[in-house]
């Protein structure tokens, strides 16, 4: 995203504010002010959750953008930031305002604490945890992320519901098939190599690709 | 003092599952216990032919769940082993012949009379499935190595922890050690990895063509002592009744192998 630029998206928790604030955090204050204005009313009385491309947010910026949104009848929920590397936690809070912790666009997780077997499926609008293995014939459908601490073997859907920015884990990621929102991608028929890492996958210019999955860095 | 009933099953067809139950059935009869198969595959069945007892069925399950006779009428003395019954399922009805509350029924009056109950359940996971689990109160799943198998199996623990028969025992038969060796088949760590450590092996059991043989003439393979599939029935039967038996080393054996070593040719 440019610099100084800002996108709004309605979601089932409310308003989700994609921006990148830039180095002149009350130029972008304005700017948005502006641009609430425009959109009087549309927007108001709902939460706010910002997701910002900045690998930095300071605390006043953040007073800044609560303040204007405010103005507009929004309230500010959470912040996030994340630097470029797209880890788990691009969505992990590194904020000192006391404001946010560690949050994800869609708010809501269950936790499975079992192997899924062949034939189960889980469905739920949220993320998934799995504490356990996915064993091939299971699914594993998610509105959000979905991370199996064990391993991937059967199916797994993550943004089942649209979100193209929805990521899976695994402890080991061997899938029979893996989508993310609208996209399909299953192993390559040959017998590749079998990572002993964990590996996250997402969707990167359109297709799904997968990485070695590493720990993000931690608070500053 | 109550028997144990234990269901046979596995998902997938053709895995052993008869085999398995004629065989531990006249095994444990063979060590003195009270023993009852039941065979709860309605309209296929087999177990009457593996155990020789074909010629002698009179009534039938279905019979005695729908009032025709009582079920000690209905129960065929083994014609080898003293304390072994059989209890023949029906070839001219289906499944939905007999409803899961009925065999639970059928399960509790048994259990009275034999220290072991063994169900011998059909293959699927429909009716006939949740009809031979109902009375239950211990699974062995049966599989081989082999993919579709060990998918089948997967789910068949999921459906028998989902009844509460759980931390069900495994038996993974017809095994190839040949073909294991060379790569060209799972081995048992593959099965367990999937199936989950709460699955206990309770036997492995190799391929063996005499039990096409000892199926033909109605002779459970657990008689024979020179056969190993034989062996492995023995063990696992010993294994039932809490003894401690080390697995048998299929890698061992075969004719030539015997041969190779007896003139230096193999270790």
């Not at chain 2, 012949?97 to 009056?109: F, H, I, W």
């Not at chain 2, 459906?159 to 993974?172: G, N, Q």
Request: hydrophobic share 45%.
């Amino acid at each position: 995203m440019d610099q100084g630029s800002m996108e709004f998206r309605g979601t089932r928790q409310g308003v989700l504010l994609r921006a990148h604030i830039g180095p002149d955090a009350r130029r972008f204050a304005d700017a948005l002010k502006e641009r609430l204005q425009k959109a009087k009313g549309f927007l108001s009385d709902s939460y706010v959750s910002a997701r910002f491309e900045d690998d930095e947010v300071s605390v006043e910026a953040v007073r800044l953008i609560e303040a204007v949104l405010a103005e507009s009848g929004l309230q500010l929920r959470s912040v996030a930031t994340g630097a470029k590397s797209v880890d788990l936690p691009k969505r992990a809070a590194v904020t000192q305002s006391g404001l946010t912790d560690a949050y994800s666009e869609n708010e809501a997780s269950v936790l499975i604490k079992r192997t899924l077997r062949s034939g189960q499926r889980v469905d739920f609008d949220g993320n998934v945890v799995v504490l356990g293995d996915v064993n091939p014939g299971a699914e594993v459908v998610a509105g959000g992320d979905i991370v199996v601490m064990g391993s991937l073997r059967g199916l797994a859907h993550a943004g089942a519901y649209g979100d193209a920015d929805a990521v899976v884990v695994a402890f080991r990621l061997r899938p029979t098939q893996l989508r993310i929102a609208d996209r399909i991608s299953r192993s390559p028929d040959a017998e590749g190599t079998d990572p002993a890492f964990p590996e996250l996958a997402r969707i990167s210019k359109g297709a799904i690709v997968i990485e070695a999955f590493s720990a993000p860095a931690g608070n500053r | 003092m109550s028997g144990q009933v234990i269901v046979v099953t596995s998902g997938k067809g053709g895995v052993g599952k008869t085999t398995v139950v004629a065989n531990i059935g006249t095994g444990l009869a063979a060590a003195g216990h009270k023993t009852v198969l039941v065979d709860a595959d309605i309209g296929l069945r087999n177990l009457d032919l593996i155990m020789g007892l074909e010629n002698r069925i009179v009534y039938d399950i279905v019979d005695v769940v729908e009032g025709r006779c009582e079920l000690k009428k209905a129960l065929i003395r083994d014609k080898r082993v003293e304390g072994l019954q059989l209890l023949p399922a029906s070839q001219t009805r289906d499944k939905t012949a007999v409803s899961p509350e009925q065999m639970k029924e059928l399960c509790q009056q048994l259990r009275e009379e034999f220290d072991f109950v063994i169900i011998d359940c059909p293959a699927g996971i429909e009716h006939g499935f949740h009809t031979a689990v109902a009375g239950a109160d211990k699974a062995i799943v049966v599989s081989m190595l082999e993919v579709s198998a060990l998918r089948d199996a997967d789910k068949i623990v999921g459906l028998l922890e989902a009844s509460e028969l759980t931390d069900p025992y495994l038996i993974v038969n017809r095994i190839r050690m040949d073909m294991v060796q060379r790569g060209d088949m799972l081995d048992v760590n593959d099965m367990t990895d999937i199936l989950g450590l709460q699955v206990k092996v309770l036997g492995i059991v190799p391929d063996d063509q005499s039990i096409i043989v000892s199926a033909n003439r109605g002779e459970p393979i657990v008689l024979d002592n020179r056969s190993r599939a034989g062996q492995a029935f023995r063990n696992i039967v010993r294994r039932l009744q809490g003894e401690e038996v080390e697995f048998m080393d299929l890698s061992q054996g075969g004719l030539m192998l015997r041969l190779k070593r007896l003139v230096g040719l193999a270790k």
